[in-house]
C-alpha cells in the first residue's frame, strides 16, 4: 500500500488518473464541489490537497500547488516535493480510484475485446465500475512519461 493519499482539485484530473495508475489513493471530486468542502474533505481525511490554485493552496493545510500544467513536469514536482515514488503499479482503478484485482483469464472471456483476450494472459479488474486493464502496448508510452518525470 502507498504512503501517500490525495485529493486532486478538478484542474488536474489527469494527474489523479495517473496516480492512481502508480497505486497511488487519489480522490478526485466533481468540479460540482466547492473548494471549502475540498479542503475540509483533504484535512478529514488526512489527504494532500494537490492544486493549481493558489489561492486554495494558501488556505487549505498541508496543500500542494502543483505549478505546471504538463503531467511530466507535475510528477517530477510531486517526486521532489515530497519523494514521490514514480513507478507503474496497476493496483487501482484510474477512473474510480477502487482497488483493483488481478482475475483469471477466463473472467475476462466475453468482457474484453477478442483480439485482447488472445495477445495477453493478465487483466486485472475494477468491480466497481467493471472495468478491465492489461500490460498492453500503451503500457510502454504510460512507462516512458514515467521515466521522463523521473529524470527531473
Not at 480522490?27 to 466547492?34: D, E, G, N, V
Not at 483476450?117 to 466497481?128: G, K, M, S, T, V
Not at 508510452?141 to 518525470?149: E, F, K, V, Y
Amino acid at each position: 500500500m502507498k504512503e501517500f493519499r490525495f485529493i486532486a482539485d478538478h484542474m488536474l484530473g489527469k494527474l489523479a488518473r495517473w496516480l492512481r495508475l502508480m497505486g497511488y489513493d487519489v480522490l478526485y471530486p466533481s468540479p460540482a464541489m466547492c473548494d471549502d468542502d475540498i479542503a475540509w474533505l483533504a484535512d478529514k481525511e488526512h489527504r494532500i490537497l494537490l492544486t493549481r490554485d493558489r489561492v486554495l493552496a494558501g488556505r487549505a493545510r498541508g496543500a500542494i500547488l502543483v505549478e505546471s500544467d504538463m503531467l511530466e513536469e507535475q510528477l517530477a514536482e510531486l517526486k521532489n516535493r515530497i519523494g514521490l515514488s514514480l513507478e507503474l503499479e496497476l493496483s487501482r482503478c484510474s477512473v474510480c480510484n477502487a482497488p483493483i484485482e488481478l482475475v483469471d483469464h477466463g473472467f475476462a472471456r466475453n468482457k474484453v475485446p477478442e483480439k485482447i483476450l488472445i495477445a495477453f494472459d493478465e487483466f486485472w479488474y475494477c468491480r466497481r465500475c467493471r472495468k478491465f486493464y492489461w500490460y498492453g502496448s500503451h503500457v510502454e508510452n504510460m512507462q516512458l512519461r514515467i521515466r521522463n518525470a523521473n529524470r527531473d
